[in-house]
């Protein structure tokens, strides 16, 4: 005997809440992978803007004697006469890429900072040519290693 009743035939919406759920979490999952991924890349570039700017700093002073002060290394003027090889696109912190150039007196997120001394700890921003120390600092997105901020200092 043929059955008269016709067969639904689909999905519950049990079934489709279930399926909905699961690609919300794997979504969230890729999102959250994606964006640690896209951390340590500008992690990374912090390290190698900061190592590229010091070395340029220790060819500034092994020709001058002297360091650079935080006046110069924020004018466009100043490093394109005297550092030339410096890209200064690594002064730029790439979490905020339409930041001016300019580098901070301490450290802060999405920048760089440049502390510059003189032998005695004290400011020589008024005489520049007696700049005898320095301290980089890029701050993390998060931590590296345990730490917050990658530093770099003046290598003598």
Known sequence: M???KKRNQGFTIVELLIVIVVIGILAL???????GIQAKA?????????QSIQTQLEAFF????YY??????NSATWLTTNMKSLDQNAL???????QSKTLLTAPAANSYSYAVTDSSD???????????????????????????????????
């Not at 730029?92 to 339409?98: L, R, S, V």
Request: glycine share 4%; with cysteine.
């Open 68 to 73: 650079p002060s935080l006046t110069d290394m």
């Open 42 to 50: 500008r992690n990374s570039k912090r390290q190698t803007d900061v």
């Open 122 to 156: 004290a400011s020589c921003e008024a005489t520049d040519t007696n700049c005898a120390k320095y301290t980089l600092t890029a701050t993390y997105e998060g931590t590296v290693n345990g730490a917050t901020t990658y530093t770099k200092s003046n290598l003598d």
């Open 92 to 98: 730029i912190d790439p979490k905020n890429p339409t």
């Open 2 to 4: 043929i059955s008269l």
């Open 29 to 35: 999952l890729v999102i959250t992978t994606y964006s």
């Open 62 to 65: 092994s020709q001058n004697g």
